[in-house]
């Protein structure tokens, strides 16, 4: 007779097994905003490092070959005025700051969609301007990446070394959408 009682207790009752899922779910669901916030997070710090890239290659680049620049894909290099989810950079042969026939477009960045780029500077140019020494004559400013009520900087100082900040003001940031 024990024997068949201690065979009949084994397995999970309806009680125990709806409990669990309850606690399980409850569990998922709290854990789902801190996930997204993670991920939109994640995705901001790689597309911010995509810009410091580009800096990079056009410090590297301007060294190189000829002036660069790195502007907005809208503006064509002649304004960053409103937000924008591209950037290009630019090889400018004849020096005049702006994208006409005789440049060359090296490389092209488009940012995820509702993602958005805008470029400050000291000296209010419209695109950031490296010259054939590899430096940004004295063109300090930075990029803001903002996304989904989040934000983050790419820092330039005056010879247009780089760095990313952890996490900006959304207060230049368009509304979201």
């Not at 399980?24 to 997070?41: C, E, G, K, N």
């Not at 903002?146 to 100082?157: D, F």
């Amino acid at each position: 007779m024990n024997h068949l009682r201690a065979r009949g207790k084994r397995g999970f009752t309806l009680l125990e097994a709806l409990t669990t899922t309850s606690i399980l779910t409850t569990l998922t669901m709290l854990a789902v905003p801190v996930i997204q916030d993670l991920l939109i997070s994640q995705q901001l710090r790689a597309n911010a490092n995509q810009v410091q890239s580009m800096v990079f290659t056009a410090r590297a680049e301007g060294a190189y070959r000829s002036n660069m620049l790195i502007c907005s894909g809208k503006g064509r290099c002649e304004s960053f005025d409103e937000p924008d989810n591209r950037l290009i950079l630019v090889a400018d042969k004849n020096a005049n700051a702006i994208l006409d026939q005789s440049d060359k477009v090296i490389e092209e960045l488009s940012l995820p969609q509702g993602m958005t780029i805008q470029w400050r500077s000291f000296r209010n140019l419209p695109s950031l301007q490296i010259n054939r020494f590899g430096v940004a004559y004295y063109q300090n400013g930075h990029f803001l990446l903002c996304y989904r009520g989040h934000a983050r900087k790419v820092i330039l100082n005056f010879q247009a070394k780089a760095r990313v900040t952890t996490e900006a003001s959304t207060k230049h940031c368009p509304p979201l959408s």
